[in-house]
């Protein structure tokens, strides 16, 4: 399919992710982008994101990123610059400049946010006024995975700092990546009280990279058919206490009754804790890789996946139909312990808690999962990043110069 603007030309596209943590905004906007260059080979898409190592995936022909300056989570609606000794406030200028430069050079027929409505210390305002100020009327989307964190603090901070007016001011669509019949996202978080006429549930966004069977990637990493049991937390930022506490429970096991294992660290672990979690594996049947761009293929080998509770891997598994331990990290938001729980409820993970999964629990659960590797029937919807490049093209090839009203709103707070 080609897709053309008003203006006749193929369209192009930036999608911005913050990317304060770990890799998942920027996954998720690569695979949506590699399917909008796939559905117009003419496209072009710019992604800008902060992700410390940069671009870690292979980006399909018509795909390219711009790097901000790296910055880091610290907690809620908190972050500090990750590499360069500047101040949030040098830093933040600095990206703010950057982003509204990139915009006014590329000139985007469609520009797509990820997670955070006004970017980070309210990056994004600047270059959302510009795309509401430009004659062509770009669109603007933003892109909200399933779950966010407690809907009390996601109200209450949204709610004083102004987000809901930037929505309501700046956004076309709300795209959410999710299932309204897992978690009501619009309705925990206010937006549907906001926007209701402009919410799209796009369903779950996984990869559509290529999958290995299990047979094939066995035969490739050299393994027997014993059980496989692969641990992996996306980038790994976090990941140290969960992979710690799963190598502690692999010890428990007799050696010759070991299953063995594949922990993915990610890019992003400190080399010191790798080291360490390497060190730990003391003669186990377990291997300590870095980052692998196939982590797919690992858990398409699997007899058991373990990871965190992030929205990417947890997806990932699902998808692949993988029996699923699930460590959600405790913070700073409760995104990945609230996700774990709704998963869990419906059967397709199970659930249990860093701080109290002793050695002998957890290996007990793994146990059982090996010995009984029954998945949940329980369809999640994984073909998310379809409905989304849908949505996004979704009136590019008319003329809305009225979708914006004139909305008077004081973003101060911002």
Avoid at 155 to 163: H, K, N, P, Q, V
Avoid at 306 to 322: D, F, H
Avoid at 323 to 336: D, F, H, N, W
């Amino acid at each position: 399919m080609r897709v053309q603007t008003n203006g006749g030309r193929s369209i192009s596209a930036i999608m911005y992710s913050h990317d304060g943590v770990g890799l998942g905004h920027l996954k998720r906007n690569l695979t949506i982008a590699s399917r909008l260059v796939h559905e117009d080979a003419d496209a072009n898409v710019l992604l800008v994101v902060g992700c410390p190592s940069g671009m870690l995936f292979d980006v399909p022909h018509g795909v390219d990123y711009v790097k901000l300056p790296s910055i880091a989570k610290v907690e809620t609606n908190t972050w500090n610059p990750r590499k360069l000794r500047m101040t949030r406030e040098r830093i933040g200028e600095l990206r703010r400049q950057l982003l509204l430069r990139v915009v006014e050079l590329f000139e985007p027929d469609l520009f797509l946010a990820d997670h955070v409505p006004a970017g980070v210390w309210g990056e994004l305002l600047p270059t959302l006024q510009a795309l509401r100020d430009n004659p062509r009327r770009p669109k603007v989307a933003l892109g909200l995975r399933d779950i966010l964190d407690r809907p009390e603090i996601v109200r209450r901070t949204w709610r004083d700092d102004g987000i809901y007016d930037v929505i309501e001011r700046y956004y076309d669509a709300v795209l959410v990546y999710g299932a309204q019949g897992v978690f009501d996202t619009a309705a925990a978080y206010g937006i549907d009280e906001v926007v209701p006429d402009r919410i799209r549930y796009c369903g779950y966004v996984s990869g559509e990279e290529p999958v290995l069977d299990r047979a094939h990637m066995r035969a490739k990493l050299k393994l027997d058919d014993g059980p496989l049991v692969v641990i992996t937390a996306g980038g790994g930022a976090d990941a140290f206490p969960m992979m710690e506490a799963c190598i502690a429970a692999l010890k428990t096991f007799d050696r010759s009754r070991c299953p063995n294992a594949m922990i993915l660290t990610g890019a992003l672990m400190d080399p010191s804790q790798r080291a360490e979690l390497e060190r730990r594996v003391d003669g186990q049947p377990v291997r300590v890789l870095g980052h692998v761009p196939d982590a797919q293929n690992y858990i398409s080998a699997a007899d058991l996946a373990i990871t965190m509770g992030g929205y990417n891997t947890m997806v990932e598994c699902v998808r692949l139909q993988k029996p699923t331990i699930v460590l959600p990290r405790k913070g700073p938001s409760a995104e990945q312990a609230t996700r774990a729980r709704v998963f869990g409820d419906l059967g397709l993970v199970t659930a249990v808690e860093v701080e109290v999964a002793t050695p002998e629990r957890l290996a007990r659960a793994i146990r059982d999962k090996l010995a009984a590797p029954r998945v949940s029937n329980v369809s999640l919807g994984t073909n998310g990043v379809s409905e989304a490049v849908r949505h996004l093209l979704d009136g590019l090839l008319q003329n809305d110069t009225d979708r914006f009203a004139e909305i008077p709103v004081a973003l101060e707070a911002l």
